[in-house]
């Protein structure tokens, strides 16, 4: 099954084509053929080339620096950089413009949309998400992070857990507790915070892969103004759901186009190895390719609500969960295709820690293996597995509650 446009999305698609065809180098082979300061490089140099044509924030009105593109659009930008194999930002732009932005439009004041909008495409503002803690990770209204208020300012102590790219960010949205006395899920406001101040303080966490795009993050005393507060104060609990809506939410219709391609990969490292005629590699590849249509058809689904207009829920749960569990068999599949191979890591290895390696990339052990290991923590961030099938559970189908410790 594929989607179906309109000629006028169709005339549209064909603009995008365009415009990638004029701003990428000849024989463009997507971000996988690039490593190291040349990939960075680029990424930088393509982040400006997108600012100037209004394609970082297109679904943002105009006013606040965005292309003010329909939903059709907007599928149909993604889709075509996807199988171009080229970002729609920046490393830290999902937590910017995907997650904050779109939060900001949804429940900012006017005063913080003016404000903040326009500084998140320019990049005079870069963001990273303050969510998790060491006793509030999957059971995130435990957050126990304290805000005061103190005159004109709140003052934040505690600490956040695995914050992404937070050593490249200048500025957290953060979850913290502004009312101890009342019931967990009622006394948490969403707060804007500068880090660059003494009172923040960011550790890297060493990753299995070596990576170390996680970061612990220390607050002492640290403060932001008493106007960042997003949702109003107490309220940050359904603000930080229509955060996780549009993290979960805007993958449906780029991530079956990456696995797709990432599978094909696989089948011709499979040929590479000389397995590819062995009836339980077939059969393994054939369960995969299964699991990618049935994506497909998930990401359709979704994809369909967006266009008629319907906000991201808690139904995006049903497609992170998809996508993790499958990317752990898949890349162990990659494993066993390597076999030896894989106990030395050669080649291009993954450039991000998250989902799978960019389009294009080279068939190297270090790439598949560094995907491999990135996989498993695919089923425990952005949610893990069991909170995902929780919320499918009781929020979807409306099953009873877990029974609480």
């Given at each position: ?5 309109t ?12 415009f ?15 490593e190291?300061?040349a ?31 329909s939903?059709?659009?907007?599928v149909?930008?993604?889709e075509?950089?996807?199988r ?26 006017d ?6 909008l ?10 990273c ?9 999957s ?13 004109d300012e ?8 695995w ?38 303080e960011?550790?890297?966490i ?21 106007g ?8 940050g609990?359904?603000?930080a759901m ?33 397995v590819?005629?062995?009836?339980i ?34 139904d995006?749960?049903i ?13 162990e599949?990659a ?26 990339a ?11 290991l ?23 189908l409306?099953?009873?509650k877990?029974?609480?410790?």
């Amino acid at each position: 099954m594929e989607p179906t446009y309109t000629a006028d999305a169709e005339a549209y698609r064909e603009k995008v084509q365009a415009f990638l065809a004029e701003k990428l180098p000849p024989n463009w082979n997507g971000t996988g053929a690039l490593e190291g300061e040349a990939l960075t490089e680029f990424v930088t140099e393509w982040r400006k080339t997108l600012y100037e044509a209004n394609y970082l924030a297109p679904g943002w009105p105009q006013e606040y620096g965005g292309a003010g593109l329909s939903a059709t659009e907007q599928v149909i930008l993604a889709e075509e950089f996807t199988r171009a194999g080229v970002p729609g930002g920046g490393p830290n732009d999902p937590f910017g413009i995907q997650m904050l932005g779109n939060t900001l439009l949804m429940w900012g004041t006017d005063e913080q949309k003016s404000h903040y909008l326009p500084r998140i495409l320019s990049g005079e503002d870069t963001w990273c998400q303050g969510y998790s803690e060491p006793d509030a990770g999957s059971d995130l209204g435990n957050v126990g992070l304290k805000a005061e208020l103190d005159g004109d300012e709140w003052v934040l102590n505690g600490q956040k857990i695995w914050t992404s790219a937070g050593h490249l960010a200048d500025h957290i949205f953060t979850l913290a507790r502004t009312d101890p006395d009342s019931p967990k899920h009622k006394g948490i406001s969403f707060l804007l915070v500068p880090m660059d101040q003494p009172g923040i303080e960011v550790r890297p966490i060493k990753m299995i892969s070596g990576d170390s795009e996680f970061n612990e993050v220390f607050y002492t005393d640290a403060r932001c103004a008493k106007g960042d507060v997003v949702g109003g104060v107490n309220n940050g609990w359904g603000v930080a759901m229509s955060l996780l809506g549009f993290e979960r939410g805007e993958a449906a219709a780029t991530g079956p186009i990456r696995y797709q391609g990432e599978f094909d990969r696989l089948v011709e490292l499979a040929r590479e190895h000389g397995v590819a005629d062995d009836p339980i590699i077939r059969q393994r590849l054939a369960w995969c390719y299964s699991k990618v249509q049935i994506m497909k058809y998930l990401g359709q689904r979704t994809l369909t609500q967006f266009l008629a207009g319907h906000h991201p829920g808690p139904d995006g749960a049903i497609s992170k969960l998809y996508w993790s569990e499958y990317h752990t068999q898949v890349t162990e599949l990659a494993v066993d295709i390597l076999g030896a191979d894989a106990l030395f890591a050669e080649g291009r290895p993954p450039s991000s820690a998250f989902q799978t390696d960019d389009p294009g990339a080279p068939n190297s052990s270090a790439s598949w293996v560094g995907t491999f290991l990135n996989a498993r923590a695919g089923t425990i961030y952005a949610g893990s597995s069991q909170i995902q099938r929780n919320i499918i559970g009781e929020m979807i189908l409306g099953l009873p509650k877990e029974p609480r410790v």
